[in-house]
């Protein structure tokens, strides 16, 4: 099961980036990652800040 949890939501890239902590961390002009492009596991080391990869936003820390 590959970006399940991005995959969940259809409220669009800023509905999907709030709902699955993304939201405000989110840079301006900084885009999801694709549907597909991470599995679970990488995509929750990406919200947390555990990985780094040129093609994904560097979220800004949690508030």
Known sequence: MTGAVIDRYSAGPK???ADI???GRLPEGA???ARGA???REELAW???R???DDLA???PWQ
């Open 21 to 23: 902590g993304a939201g």
């Open 47 to 49: 919200l947390y800040g």
């Open 38 to 40: 991470l599995n679970d």
């Open 58 to 60: 560097e979220l800004a």
């Open 31 to 33: 885009v999801l990652p």
């Open 15 to 17: 509905g999907r980036a």
């Open 51 to 53: 990985v780094r990869r």
